[in-house]
């Protein structure tokens, strides 16, 4: 039977409110009594429960909806809840669906989290023969698909379609009655990071692997216990990959309790765009964050307590991000303490900082809160399972083969704190399964790309300026600006440049940076240089296609040599 479950009503005397989080997915088993979603109102928060037990069929509302009594939530495919005068004849029948079913089942590999590092090395680990387990207490794709990587660059892109809109008249062409409305732009991030998950699940199908919904209990080395939904499950394993994830840091601040204050998972979910938005932190999150709202047209506000934004990049390029990014409208100020977050009665929100021992204050309507992420180990009991820390107790300790000091436990990803990048932890992924079954092979860290998804794009990789400084190398380093680039004057993103530093007695390219145009696309040829020990002749040698902004970095590689950039 088909049931239909409808908000009935809401906390005081809202007709109307606004759907919060939402605990169940398309298929997920419930039952009654179990939450399905929480609905913030202006006389409170209130949690939706199921009066029904079975299988949800379709989920008809989205986070940050507005609704209103009567409207259907979700539907169910099941049995409805018995009224008060049939409960006698059917207290058993019901009180028997609600005992939950317990199994116990044994697996060779059984991996805590389904973000990028968690799923990469289940699928990985299930197509070379092990038979695999997946536990995710929140949603399938980790805070990558759902909350980070995917979900803000769906923003960027709308935020540089929507600036690329009002700047047409550069291009020759005329946009008249522009708008931009935020809940199309979230739910159209929502449609397709459901795609995306969607497809997740669809491949721990197609590769046998069993995916269980609950919170991991880790009993010891071999045992973990789960429940999920109606089933509790006692899995007897002989090897386990922790891939918990991070966690955003907080820092404490006066007035951090405030209501408008969203970190990086809030923000993606809202449904009124703010006309002024503080930032409190200056690194990538943060000014990704700065460029896209705003392409938005919002007025932002970045307060970073580091001398400069993005402090582990090359100067060169913190200077052009920078200048960019003021011209653009955005206030930066660096070496800056948020010291109180203050509401008004206007529903405003007033920060205060210190600058150079001097008090400034400055007013908005949100406050991002974003100065990092840190590792989540969650509810594993590190210290029951004697699994150490790292020196700085934050993340769990793992040699090159993402082993921990338990010889079947390994960890992947932000929980190890080595680099709290989706790609790396992909890749560790593969590395732990690679070694959980008896094949030898070691992570390596040297040759990592990083990519900033600020306007313009950066992207760095290999040694950076400061460290062959440190390492006492003697270098060359070219550049070229993209400026000087056809295909980048063609796009209208003349700005910044390519960066090559390679060894200067041998040529061997040692790292590079780019800043401008597709420059997360272009660093993978640096990257594959770096790798495999090219040197400059063989990237000038290579024959690279005109027009396009790869030339660019032909170009940088001509200009560390006596010959120089041809068009510069």
């Not at 429960?49 to 986070?63: D, L």
């Not at 920078?322 to 109180?340: D, L, M, V």
């Not at 590190?382 to 010889?407: A, H, Y």
């Amino acid at each position: 039977m088909l049931i239909d479950i409808k908000l009935e009503k809401l906390s005081g005397h809202s007709t109307s409110g606004k759907i919060g989080k939402i605990h169940v997915e398309v298929n997920d088993n419930i039952k009654v009594g179990d939450e399905i979603l929480d609905i913030e109102s202006n006389k409170g928060n209130k949690s939706v429960i199921s009066n029904a037990t079975g299988i949800i069929k379709s989920i008809n509302v989205e986070t940050g909806d507005t609704i209103k009594k009567g409207d259907i939530l979700v539907t169910v495919e099941g049995e409805l809840k018995e009224e008060s005068s049939k409960k006698k004849s059917t207290f058993n029948y019901m009180g028997g669906l609600m005992k939950p079913k317990k199994e116990e089942i044994d697996t060779d590999i059984t991996v805590i989290g389904s973000g990028p590092g968690g799923y990469v090395a289940a699928i990985y680990a299930a197509k070379m023969g092990a038979k695999v387990t997946i536990i995710e207490k929140e949603k399938v794709g980790g805070t990558c698909l759902n909350w980070g990587c995917i979900p803000t660059k769906l923003f960027v892109t709308s935020a540089k379609m929507y600036e690329n809109l009002n700047n047409a008249k550069s291009f020759g062409l005329s946009a008249e009655n522009i708008s931009l409305d935020i809940k199309k732009i979230v739910s159209r991030k929502n449609n397709i990071v459901k795609e995306l998950t969607d497809g997740i699940k669809y491949l721990f199908e197609n590769n046998n692997i069993t995916l269980y919904k609950g919170t991991a209990k880790v009993l010891d080395e071999n045992t973990i216990f789960v429940k999920s939904n109606n089933t509790e499950t006692t899995i007897n394993t002989k090897n386990i990959i922790l891939a918990t994830g991070s966690k955003v840091s907080m820092i404490p601040i006066k007035g951090i309790e405030s209501k408008n204050i969203l970190t990086s998972k809030e923000i993606l979910d809202i449904d009124e765009l703010p006309k002024k938005l503080i930032i409190i932190g200056g690194g990538v999150i943060g000014m990704e964050f700065a460029f896209l709202f705003n392409n938005l047209g919002v007025d932002v506000t970045v307060i970073e307590y580091m001398d400069d934004i993005l402090a582990n990049i090359d100067k060169d390029i913190i200077s052009e991000i920078t200048s960019i990014a003021e011209e653009k409208g955005i206030h930066i100020y660096t070496s800056s303490k948020a010291e109180e977050i203050i509401d008004t009665e206007d529903k405003k929100v007033v920060v205060s900082f210190n600058k150079k021992d001097k008090l400034h204050y400055v007013t908005g309507d949100k406050v991002l809160f974003s100065v990092g992420r840190e590792p989540n180990t969650g509810e594993i009991d590190l210290e029951k399972l004697d699994v150490e820390r790292n020196d700085n107790k934050r993340g769990i300790k793992v040699n090159t083969k993402m082993q921990t000091n338990v010889s079947n436990i390994y960890a992947i990803g932000d929980v190890t704190d080595k680099v709290q990048l989706a790609h790396v932890a992909s890749h560790q992924g593969i590395v732990a399964a690679e070694n959980i079954l008896g094949n030898n092979i070691e992570m390596e860290y040297d040759v990592i790309p990083a990519a900033i998804f600020t306007d313009p794009e950066i992207a760095v990789v290999g040694l950076s300026e400061r460290q062959v400084k440190e390492k006492g190398l003697e270098v060359s380093i070219g550049q070229f600006p993209f400026a000087s680039n056809g295909k980048a004057l063609t796009l209208g993103e003349s700005r910044g440049f390519v960066k090559i530093i390679k060894e200067k007695e041998t040529g061997v390219i040692l790292g590079g940076s780019i800043i401008g145009p597709h420059a997360t696309d272009l660093i993978h040829e640096i990257a594959l240089a770096i790798k495999n020990k090219l040197k400059d002749v063989d990237l000038m040698n290579t024959i690279h296609a005109h027009p396009t902004t790869a030339e660019s970095i032909y170009e940088s590689v001509l200009a560390t040599t006596e010959t120089g950039a041809i068009h510069n």
